[in-house]
């Protein structure tokens, strides 16, 4: 049973550079979303998706793009990496959302390097 | 965007203490969720406060929605070593209706001393 499953678990980046942080799940869940945990500042929203097809804009989504091709699977594109996004990015998946009765489950996270 | 203040920022305890741990925010939210995160992990879900006033019992945990639905507490009871690790408070913004944005406090370190 892997839930929700992130790669790479780590990744160094040089300014400029592109790259895309994988999510899948397998618990057949519409909701999907993506966070940055930077020290201090808790979890932060950048995008998230109620369904294939459909994404929104969290509380910091500059410099991120998301697609939702298929219900499993939630990727995160950096176009051009930025030292200030150097942080822990989380992937979090729910049946319908984010209420309480249908609990967010996270992934084990992506520590991404920019230098 | 919406800020919820999350303290103490860290607790530093002995094994067997009581600890209490509280979320506020300026404005009011459907939903308050706690959460924990050990070292190298995502967050895991601990309890779930979904109506202001609510008290919910998960264990030596118990957690309550605050009556004005802009504040929420948790407790631990006889802390033990494998309560250690940070824990968030989130909540679910009322915009005048259902919403999807899930928003995070900044986390209170805990660490306990056997």
């Known amino acids: 049973n892997a839930g929700v499953t992130q790669t790479p678990k780590f990744q160094v980046l040089k300014t400029g550079q592109s790259m895309t942080l994988q999510c899948a799940q397998d618990m057949n869940h519409e909701y999907m979303s993506w966070y940055r945990q930077d020290p201090g500042m808790g979890l932060r929203l950048i995008h998230y998706s109620v369904g294939a097809g459909i994404t929104d804009q969290g509380e910091v989504p500059n410099g991120y793009n998301v697609s939702r091709s298929t219900t499993e699977d939630f990727p995160l594109r950096l176009l051009s990496a930025a030292p200030s996004q150097t942080s822990v990015y989380f992937c979090a998946s729910s049946y319908t959302g984010t209420g309480g009765s249908s609990p967010l489950h996270f992934g084990n996270g992506t520590r991404l390097t920019v230098t | 965007g919406q800020q919820l203040n999350q303290s103490p920022q860290s607790m530093f305890i002995q094994e067997g203490e009581d600890v209490s741990m509280n979320c506020t925010s300026s404005s009011i939210f459907n939903t308050w969720l706690w959460y924990k995160q050990d070292p190298g992990e995502g967050p895991v879900l601990l309890i779930a406060l979904y109506k202001a006033g609510e008290l919910t019992s998960n264990g030596r945990l118990t957690a309550q929605f605050g009556i004005t639905r802009k504040d929420s507490f948790l407790n631990i009871s006889a802390s033990i070593p494998s309560d250690v690790g940070i824990y968030f408070c989130?909540?679910?913004?009322?915009?005048?209706?259902?919403?999807?944005?899930?928003?995070f406090g900044t986390g209170t370190l805990l660490a306990v001393q056997p």
């Open positions: 989130a909540g679910q913004p009322y915009y005048g209706g259902a919403t999807n944005k899930l928003i």
